[in-house]
């Protein structure tokens, strides 16, 4: 594969459509690579941004300004990076010629619970969990109690848990209506799904780039409030569960097509694996790769969308914490103790131009010769950041 360099009328370029921390990653590896980057979002100075070619402030959900900005550039691959953008300018862009990763239906597909849960269920015949699609507060209360208490709600479409709650009883269903109105994306219909008393939920990323497939080690994860706080790979599996996860997601990327990384999330018990769902992008769970692996899911992610081989070597075990704000800001600052520069541990702080209470500004990731103490080592040292105190400038601060 020939590489020319950026900036030039022969340059190979990608669109970040979203430009999160997920996509800073992505710019930096292709970056490495000599890719131009076009970072796209709907706020200014996002982490991508900061560390892109040229870098654009849009609504990705307006048609007319997502497919102004793709013909405007002329992008050789266009990379969504999260599900709030409009699924109708994906598909014409397809139409007009423009290559979507990993394809405009997979985005249609995994951007909606609806979509995703029936091709896996109904279609591809996998195992999941009861479910039922509700659009009002009384077809909620029948979904409940035909599912079965408890049950997780969720908006058909949003991400990072916004939205999502657990109803324990029918008195918790009106407080999970009206938590489901704080979804990333559309709340006018949600879904209704058994509480599966798995044992432990898994992270299985899985990069194709039409030539072939390969597998990350399992990631386990810790959730609150339906968004990762922790990771950790490998996660222990039997073999027997390890082999029925892969040729779960094997089917499912499959049948979804197209070239990258796909973070699939599978419920476990004992030997029997459930899909739970699946994101055709770098997963906020495999962050951990950024210390555990010779490629991360972020350069895998490129690879696979340039084509190009993608095999790695696993290095040791590891976990993540992710550090979240406890205060509001406009002009964030992260106080981090020095120790979590060490040997074993370092830290990913994300740039993002504001904080809120709860927002993800960073990550800890540890190493050890076991994931289970490298998980603990990062429940320790999540607690040495904070970003509730005042930081005091490096530089004279001119006045304006």
């Given amino acids: 594969m020939d590489f020319p360099a950026p900036l030039k009328s022969n340059s190979i370029k990608i669109m970040l459509l979203g430009s999160g921390e997920l996509g800073k990653e992505v710019a930096i590896e292709a970056q490495r690579l000599g890719i131009e980057v076009i970072a796209v979002d709907r706020y200014p100075d996002a982490p991508a941004h900061q560390v892109a070619h040229e870098a654009h402030v849009i609504d990705m959900r307006d048609d007319a300004a997502v497919l102004e ?13 999260i599900e709030a953008i409009s699924i109708d300018a994906l598909f014409e862009a ?15 597909k995994t951007m909606n619970r609806k979509n995703i849960r029936k091709f896996a269920a109904e279609e591809l015949g996998l195992k999941t969990s009861a479910y039922r699609f509700v659009s009002s507060l009384e ?13 997780v709600i969720k908006p058909v479409m949003s991400s990072s848990g916004h939205g999502q709650s657990v109803a324990r009883s029918p008195e918790d269903i009106e407080r999970s209506w009206e938590v489901a109105k704080e979804a990333r994306g559309d709340a006018s219909e949600l879904i209704v799904e058994e509480f599966v008393r798995f044992d432990y939920e898994i992270t299985l990323l899985t990069a194709r780039n039409e030539k072939e497939t390969v597998f990350c080690e399992p990631i386990g994860h810790e959730q609150r409030g339906g968004d990762y706080v922790f990771s950790w790979q490998p996660a222990r599996m039997s073999p027997v569960a390890l082999e029925k996860a892969q040729a779960i997601a094997k089917r499912v990327t499959d049948g979804l097509g197209g070239r990258g990384i796909f973070g699939v999330e599978l419920f476990v018990k ?13 997963h906020d769970t495999g962050m951990v790769t950024l210390i555990t692996q010779s490629q991360s899911e972020f350069a895998l992610h490129l690879r696979a969308v340039l084509g190009l081989p993608l095999g790695f070597a696993f290095f040791t075990p590891g976990a993540s ?9 406009v002009t964030p600052c992260l106080s981090i103790e020095e ?37 603990a080592l990062a429940r320790e040292r999540i607690g040495g950041i904070d970003d509730s105190g005042e ?3 490096s530089r004279p601060v001119s006045e304006e």
């Fill in 69 to 81: 900005l793709i013909r405007r550039v002329l992008p050789d691959y266009i990379l969504p990076e």
């Fill in 94 to 108: 397809e139409r007009e010629g423009f290559r979507v990763i990993p394809n405009a239906e997979a985005v249609n």
């Fill in 139 to 151: 077809a909620l209360e029948k979904a409940a109690e035909e599912v079965g208490y408890p049950c």
């Fill in 270 to 282: 004992g030997d029997e694996v459930y899909f739970s769902e699946v994101s055709p992008r770098p």
């Fill in 321 to 329: 914490a992710a550090y979240k704000a406890k205060s509001e800001s």
């Fill in 339 to 375: 120790s979590l520069f060490s040997s074993d541990s370092f830290v990913r702080v994300f740039g993002k131009p504001e904080s809120h209470e709860g927002r993800r500004m960073a990550v800890v990731l540890t190493m050890a010769p076991e994931a289970e103490a490298a998980l």
């Fill in 391 to 393: 930081c005091t400038p």
